[in-house]
């Protein structure tokens, strides 16, 4: 196991419905160790690519996509969740539905800071339908920018995001790929990685 | 004029209405060398306090909280927005008006990561009229803990969120302290600092 596995295997909760609850390291508290951790793992798997810019989403996609930048020495663009139906000109829009909360956000990001000159790195914490990602692909490719990787924490194996998103031909680099989960016993069992 | 002045004269923009956009490195577009700075600063300016972790709110204040952290070797919680109405007793709650969307939102805290034994410092992007900073002081109180400290990037010294503040006692340093805007000539005027 990797340094996030041990860590979800020591401090993370399984709860009935495949919940993972990692909320005391991940995304409620954060634990900035853990987080230089995955920087530095981010950088050793997308060592060969010419990131120059983190795109996340927020909220709970900005502090690592905020640590890993560091480890790139390149700036973040956080996406924003908008409930307004009025959106200018200047943004990109893709709509993204939460399956956690039940609805359809619309996120934007300004068109100042993306544009065909940008090889993006896209960070999230969590991929399990992989709806958020598909909204961020959209707006790299609105602007005309390429998406050089994508570095994921946690990785629902058992649900379709990660694998439509390698059958669309992306780098996608999850650091912890759960294929089950019991919330019976609480046991987390992991997909090999090389 | 220190390093965040220089760069809010440089690449912020003023608008009508005392608005100050700084979307192109601090709260869209973030600067993570401008972060590091930061984090830097505010560890100098509270070098004296015992601070076992960092506070923040969704979502601006979460980049620059967790490079702060890194900086104070602590672990980062923020505050997350929840419209729901049935909020189950695990969460401290306060409401919190925002003015940008004129409405009320409530902000929680998991009980789990805040206890009388904590120690925060509370690190937000912007300070104006001082509501999202009286919602996590409320919620610092309520768990028990200590307010050792607040540290803002920009704060609009012409609103009253900051005097109010500070004439509760507690002690705030902003790394920049806007006096006054002139969205005709683009000019910012900073309050002097020590």
């Excluded at 041990?6 to 853990?34: C, P, T, W, Y």
Aim: aromatic residues 8%; charged residues 25%; contains cysteine.
């Amino acid at each position: 196991m990797n340094f996030l596995e041990e860590r979800i295997v020591k401090d993370g909760v399984v709860k009935a419905g495949n919940i993972l609850k990692v909320d005391s390291f991940l995304n409620h508290q954060m634990d900035m160790r853990l987080f230089r951790q995955m920087g530095e793992e981010f950088k050793r798997r997308f060592a060969d690519k010419p990131i120059n810019k983190i795109l996340t989403i927020e909220a709970s996609g900005i502090g690592i996509a905020c640590v890993a930048a560091e480890c790139f020495d390149v700036p973040v663009v956080f996406a924003k969740k908008s409930q307004s139906v009025n959106i200018d000109g200047d943004v990109y829009v893709s709509e993204v539905e939460s399956f956690t909360h039940k609805r359809v956000n619309r996120v934007i990001v300004s068109k100042k800071f993306l544009g065909p000159e940008d090889h993006i790195l896209i960070i999230d914490d969590f991929l399990a339908n992989g709806c958020a990602l598909q909204g961020l692909i959209s707006i790299v490719d609105q602007a005309g920018g390429t998406v050089e990787g994508i570095g994921i924490a946690i990785e629902k194996g058992f649900q379709p995001g990660g694998a439509k998103i390698r059958e669309m031909g992306y780098p996608l680099e999850s650091l912890a790929i759960v294929e089950s989960m019991d919330d019976a016993t609480g046991t987390v069992v992991f997909r090999p990685q090389p």
